[in-house]
């Protein structure tokens, strides 16, 4: 795994050791980033279920302004801070290492990020429950302008996003998983 362009371009990044985490491969990540190659640019990134910090270090790398890290796991909240370290990237990133909820309400006043990404584990419906809170809580750091990435498997049901309030902007197939592009849906002024 390696950062792909930008300030850090061709820098290998470590992963965690065993099944905790999947990388995003480099290929799947390449397409995404080409995907938002023009949106990149002096944002606030939120990488959600973050693993090694794969794909916020390949947003700072780019040209975000800012990259949130929220992982849970011990060990790879580390590999994301010495990824950040080796890249030179961690003064422009904060590595939040708790439950996605903790961070969530943590993070509760501050400015809109411009992109959410998420790769929680598969088959949990963790996607779900934070699509959920965000409906629900309609927290400051999510408006009707932030797009909302999910990677999940193949087969992975999204039917219910609309009911929540969200619309799909795009889904991108690849062989076993895809990605899903969501905003809020905008809410009428009273």
Known sequence: MRVIAGKARRLPLKTVPGMDTRPTTDRIKETLFNILQNDIYGI??????????????EALSRGAKEAYFIEQNRAA????????????????????????????????????????????????ELEKSVLEYFTSHQPSFVDEDT??????????????AQSLGFEFLRVKEYKTNKHVFLRMQKRERL
């Open 44 to 57: 606030r990134f939120l990488d959600v279920f973050s693993g090694s910090g794969g794909i916020g270090i």
């Open 77 to 124: 909240a580390e590999c994301i801070r010495q990824n950040l370290a080796f890249t030179h990237l961690a003064k422009d990133a904060v590595v939040m290492q708790c439950d996605v909820f903790s961070a969530f309400g943590r993070m509760e006043g501050q400015s809109p990020f411009q992109i959410i990404f998420m790769d929680p584990p598969y088959r949990q």
């Open 147 to 160: 797009v909302i990435i999910i990677e999940a498997l193949m087969d992975t049901d999204f039917s219910y």
